[in-house]
């Protein structure tokens, strides 16, 4: 890794910050779902979550600690907008006090504008479904550029728009819980407009750092050759990955796909209007990638987009997802069919059954997990491939949405009773990495050789 290098550490607002209804917030979609019975593991919701809202001041000095040279966070919408076109300084006031807070230690920002809590209000007016949502987007990403830009070195206006849309609005896991594919279409058009229309609003303000979109992509690949399961893996990448990088970077939706979905829920595409297709693909800076595992299918014909899930061999996290570093280069081989841009891995990470021992918490598979995406990512970087900073998911343990608390994602362990923070040894190894690959000594640090 060069020495221009971003090492990072990431978390999310609704996630990690708590004081719910402090600083003239107002409810996010979140709220509302974690208050709908069985949506969330225990009926737990992020009132409190980590209380980062008054303790990230202790929360940066520890990642000055870890030695991260950026703190990737997301901005609470209704913090800033608590109204539909009411501004709340006192909201904007908070992201400024942990910009100041960064700067003390060196740190820069990267900033999340969307990381899944859109305002009730707005959810009130059809939410993502409604094409002024794009809008109002707009209205708030305008207000962070103002206040923020001379601090903020990377910008990423969405973060994993499928989970925005499709997990939310045709699987139903997420918030706001709906059921059905022409309405997660139409809710991922709009975000991917708004981006766009955020990316134009971000150079209008000539604005001075890098702005870009996060997405979750993940390698899909079929238990088989035959042509039945190749067909669900071909459906699986249109459905994952395809369907937001032909638009942001070819200007179209993919052709195989957009059939399919009319097939099966009979959309006529009447939310696409002239000259979208141009503003989402309005040129960016970076493309951010959060790579957590792979997508493994066969054919199942009674699956709405014909891929099912066989069970795969290989180790798997307590997300029950597949521990597969060395399946990276094939996404990202994927990717570069698309785009040259520089790539931030924005998040990777893994959940384990972290326990307390002493005041210690042994976490060797998350340290194991670390180092192999490392290694992979260096492997990369030798190809020529192009990746220009890592974010650790996550800083510390937090709400993970449906799973409630049930799943531990952070190098910090917190113990929800008294929110105290105990770096696990997969904090140490990560700083000793990070020591290790800014003095450009050996890869094989990596491996613990
Ligand atoms: O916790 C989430 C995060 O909010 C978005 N990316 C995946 C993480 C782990 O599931």
Not at 47 to 61: G, K, P, W
Not at 267 to 293: H, V
Not at 391 to 418: L, P, Q, T
Request: net charge negative; glycine share 8%; aromatic share 14%.
């Amino acid at each position: 890794m060069d020495r221009d290098f971003v090492w990072g550490v990431a978390t999310s607002a609704y996630q990690v910050e708590g004081a719910a209804a402090e600083g003239g917030r107002a409810p996010s979609i979140w709220d509302t779902f974690c208050r709908k019975p069985g949506a969330v593991f225990n009926g737990e919701n992020g009132d409190t979550a980590c209380d980062h809202y008054h303790r990230y001041r202790e929360d940066i000095r520890l990642m000055s600690e870890l030695g991260v040279g950026c703190y990737r966070f997301s901005i609470s919408w209704p913090r800033i907008f608590p109204e539909k076109g009411r501004y709340n300084p006192e909201g904007m006031q908070f992201y400024k006090n942990v910009i100041a807070e960064l700067k003390k230690y060196n740190m820069t920002a990267a900033v999340t504008l969307y990381h899944w809590d859109i305002p009730q209000w707005a959810e009130d007016l059809g939410g993502w479904e409604n094409r002024e949502s794009v809008s109002w987007f707009t209205e708030f990403a305008e207000k962070c550029f103002e206040n923020l830009d001379g601090d903020v070195s990377l910008w990423i206006t969405h973060n994993e728009p499928w989970c925005a849309s499709f997990l939310s609005y045709h699987i139903g896991e997420h918030a706001p819980g709906k059921r059905g594919l022409e309405p997660a279409l139409r809710a991922a058009h709009h975000i991917l407009l708004s981006h766009g229309s955020a990316v134009r609003a971000y150079r209008a303000m000539h604005g001075s750092h890098k702005i870009g979109i996060t997405l979750n992509l993940s390698p899909v690949y079929a238990e088989t050759d035959g042509f039945a399961d190749q067909l669900a893996r071909k459906e699986k990448d249109g459905y994952q990955n395809r369907w937001f990088l032909e638009p942001l970077f070819c200007e179209t939706y993919p052709a195989d796909m957009a059939a399919l979905f009319a097939a099966r829920c009979g959309t006529r595409f009447d939310f696409i209007q002239p000259g979208d297709f141009a503003c989402i693909a309005e040129p960016i800076d970076f493309l951010g990638l959060n790579f957590y595992s792979r997508c493994y299918v066969n054919y199942d014909p009674s699956d709405e987009l014909l891929a099912g899930n066989p069970v795969s061999r290989m180790k798997k996290t307590r997300m029950d997802w597949d521990v597969c570093p060395e399946t990276m280069e094939d996404l990202v081989r994927e990717i570069r069919g698309y785009t040259a841009l520089p790539i931030y891995i924005t998040e990777n990470g893994s959940a384990w059954d972290d326990k307390v021992e002493n005041g210690r918490v042994h976490d060797p598979e998350r340290v194991d997990y670390l180092r192999r995406h490392l290694e992979e990512i260096e492997t990369l970087n030798r190809k020529g491939l192009g990746i220009r900073g890592y974010f650790c998911w996550s800083f510390m343990d937090n709400f993970e949405w449906a799973h409630g608390y049930s799943k531990r994602f952070g190098i910090v362990y917190v113990d929800y009773a008294d929110q105290r923070r105990i770096p696990k040894d997969s904090f140490y190894a990560y700083r000793d990495c990070i020591k290790s690959f800014r003095g450009e000594k050996a890869a094989a640090r990596l491996t613990g050789e």
